[in-house]
């Protein structure tokens, strides 16, 4: 008698178990899995109606820095009225920043990541529908231009 108990507590067991996995609705599904969040990140403040890249960059789900940086790649510093070049940017996947050949210390801030050579402040922003306001601005000559991606 205690084996068959036994054995209908441990189905009964397994069933529930089994059931709860698939408590999620289906939609809510498709939003978690296009979020990059889960149940647990979710109530830590990842939004189910924002991307992957949008929550990694909040800090949810995937790194920013080792698998979606938008500020990774080599831009290029321009004057505004000359079209002149001021600088060359290289900046890798873990957000280190080369001027012109040279390492610079850069922090993320207001949305995008902002770096400094002499006088120069430089200001990649992040979002990528917002890159082409991109700029740098030189405090002496007063003189400011945009910063493209190449």
Partial sequence: MNKILLGVCI????????????????????????????????????????????????GFGASTSTHFNTYAGEWIAKNSNTGQTIATIRVDRNENVWINGQKAKAKRSDGG?????????????????????????????KTTGPILKK
């Fill in 11 to 58: 189905g009964l067991s397994t069933f529930y178990t089994i059931d709860s996995a698939y408590a999620i609705d289906a939609k809510y599904r498709v939003k978690l899995e296009h979020s990059g969040c889960t149940q647990v990140s979710e109530l830590q403040g990842c939004d189910v109606n924002k991307t992957k890249a949008d929550n990694a960059k909040a």
């Fill in 113 to 141: 990541l902002i770096f400094k050579k002499g006088l120069i402040t430089y200001k990649l922003e992040g979002d990528p529908t917002q890159q082409n306001q991109s700029s740098w601005n030189d405090s002496d000559a």
